[in-house]
């Protein structure tokens, strides 16, 4: 079973979620506000929002 355990505010229209190798943080790209938001993944709060070029987008595993 699959169920929603929580919802975060990011930014607006978030498009490209994953998670850092260390499973510490949680990266999320929000297109239409040109930010990278930074979810700490245990807490799930968001530690930082990092400003970007215009309309970051994420596909797949966009850290190695």
């Keep these: 079973n ?3 355990i929580d919802v975060l505010d990011v930014g607006e229209y978030p498009e490209g979620v994953n ?19 930074i979810i ?15 309309g970051p987008r994420a596909y797949g595993n966009f850290f190695r």
């Design 19 to 37: 998670t850092h190798p260390d499973d510490k943080r949680v990266y999320v790209a929000n297109w239409f506000s040109n930010t990278v938001s």
């Design 2 to 4: 699959k169920a929603v």
């Design 40 to 54: 700490d993944a245990d807490t799930g709060d968001i530690v930082a929002t990092i400003d970007t070029g215009d």
